[in-house]
């Protein structure tokens, strides 16, 4: 398979940088062609703004989705952009790997799925009408490809537990699985967590290597997060919400889940 790691941790002598060579290493190993989308070294530009198109600049306001569509559109997108998103058409399979910061990827990061995913690439796709809703949730221009987390945190894992402090981790990461990467069509992987990194030593890294090396290992096979297909009859549309009928009375994250 080609995989894109696509990778955010300032310092590559930490334990990030460390499980990232690991699994680059795992991969090739096995065999898979990988890319390494490195944003920190790469000095990736996290904002998103007006230098992110190639048009003339006009009188007309600065728009971020509409000038987005143009630059997508018309090959106008700055070069970063566009190579991204090359990698991107490239890949069978798309790890992003981060620390979790304030409950979220690091802002390098989401300003890569901000600029990379223009409108016409990861949004506003397909036919938009009351009986269908664009290609989304599960359709889309990333549809077919195999994404999955790697995701180390200060917390424990009983911080992260169904009843614990921090909220439970599927639903912290819910907005990353189902908003970033099931939304362009990706099939979601269950994510490998790594809490409490403060009591990481060598004993734990050798465990973190044959764990994290089978989930590797099974990148091409594993079972993605059955999220419900916005198209496949469980949603009204347009409203969007879940038909009566379907699981009476569930809400929140957990209902698009099947
Ligand atoms: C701005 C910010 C916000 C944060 N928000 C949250 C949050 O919302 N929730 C939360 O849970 N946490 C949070 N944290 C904590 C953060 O998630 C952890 O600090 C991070 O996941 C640790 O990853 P690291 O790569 O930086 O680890 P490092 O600090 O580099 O290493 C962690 C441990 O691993 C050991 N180690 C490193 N490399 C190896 C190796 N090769 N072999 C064996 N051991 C090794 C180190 O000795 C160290 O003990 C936050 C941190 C910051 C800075």
Redesign the pocket.
């Known amino acids: 398979m080609n995989v894109l790691l696509v990778y955010a941790?300032p310092?590559p002598?930490?334990?990030?940088?460390?499980?990232r060579d690991f699994a680059v290493q795992r991969l090739r190993d096995a065999g898979h062609q990988v890319q390494v989308s490195d944003l920190y070294a790469m000095q990736w530009k996290a904002q998103l703004d007006g230098a992110d198109t190639k048009a003339q600049p006009g009188n007309a306001p600065f728009h971020p989705s509409l000038d987005s569509k143009h630059a997508f559109e018309n090959g106008l997108q700055s070069d970063d952009i566009a190579h991204e998103q090359e990698k991107l058409r490239w890949a069978d399979a798309v790890i992003l790997q981060f620390?979790?910061?304030?409950?979220?990827m690091?802002a390098i990061l989401k300003g890569w799925v901000e600029r990379v995913y223009a409108y016409g690439f990861a949004y506003g796709v397909g036919e938009h009408s009351d009986e269908r809703w664009g290609d989304r949730y599960g359709e889309g221009s990333l549809a077919g490809k195999r994404a999955m987390l790697i995701?180390?945190?200060?917390?424990w894992e009983s911080?992260?537990s169904p009843r614990g402090i921090?909220g439970p981790i599927d639903d912290i990461l819910f907005p990353i699985h189902h908003g970033i990467l099931y939304y362009p069509g990706s099939d979601v992987l269950p994510p490998y967590l790594?809490?409490r990194?403060?009591?990481?030593?060598?004993a734990?890294?050798a465990g973190i290597r044959e764990e994290l090396g089978q989930r590797l290992d099974m990148l091409g096979t594993t079972a993605p997060i059955p999220f419900r297909r916005q198209n496949a009859g469980d949603y009204r549309i347009p409203q969007l919400t879940l038909r009566e009928e379907v699981e009476p009375g569930a809400v929140g994250f957990a209902a698009h889940v099947q």
């Open positions: 941790h310092e002598r930490s334990l990030n940088g460390a499980i620390p979790l910061w304030w409950f979220s690091p995701v180390t945190t200060g917390g911080h992260y921090n790594v809490y990194t403060s009591k990481v030593d060598e734990r890294f």
